[in-house]
């Protein structure tokens, strides 16, 4: 049987809001988001550019406006070759696709306020190199995922396109059926196969335990497969996730983060792991608490 989360929530066309600077190592996005395409059909995406263009004090406002308007001009058209030189001249299998340059004032800020305005479903940014856990906290993406209500997904710079089929969704436990039919959004639109992974506490609340093992049984999470591992004291949580994803090659790795809490550095900055190169070069969704 399928490891498919069943719903019967129905929803519209995933909204993908794409970033990228023109560099070789924002391709990732744009390839993962095409790959989703492929396996939806219902995806619109906005490729999105965003600039901060400086008014000389000597200049008039008439005259920087008219400016600003011609970089944004040239710039689109940029940004359009650009993006057909990595998905094609075609539509690339999009249901929709739109080019954004936005002169922005502070970058992170003006990505997360197009994409709540917009009602994105996902933001979608590459990050560099094989340390991706560990460097997906850096500047602009660590303040999205710390502020933005909009899903993040981080993809490796040099990703590869290939069916997305197994997700692992990494779960603390303490809100399984909400987080589970927020992932509902994307698995029920390319049928993703989701696993549940969870490290069992020293200090096991067993009634919890058994309220969440007793949800995945219930015919609405029935195709989903539960994953309970052990603690192991001797390794970090992101030393343990690096070894099982290394082992399991799951195409997405999804998690969720309590960012008034600092949760996600919490995990992912600890001192023993700080040097931890991820080199499982999985892409990884996001979600806020």
Known sequence: ???QLTT???YKNMKLLVTTDFSVNSKGAIRFAQNLAKQSKNVEVVFYHAIHI???TRWSNAFF???KDEEIERLSADLKKFIHSVIGKDKGNFFEVKFVVDNCISTEKDIIKYAEKNKIDFICIATRGAGMLRKVM??????IVNNSKVPLMVIPSHYKAKPIKNATYLSDFENLKGELLKISKLSTDISLHLEVLHYSSIVLDKKKFEKNKELINTKEFE???????KSNLELSLVERITKYVQKSKPELLIMFTKREKGFFESIFLPSKSAEL?????????????
């Open 1 to 3: 049987m399928e490891n």
């Open 8 to 10: 019967s929530i129905k």
């Open 54 to 56: 400086l008014k000389p």
């Open 65 to 67: 406006e008219g400016y």
């Open 138 to 143: 850096g500047t602009h993406t660590s303040y």
């Open 223 to 229: 195709n989903i497969k539960l994953n309970i591992q």
């Open 277 to 289: 190169t991820y080199t499982t070069k999985v892409p990884v969704l996001i979600f806020s608490k």
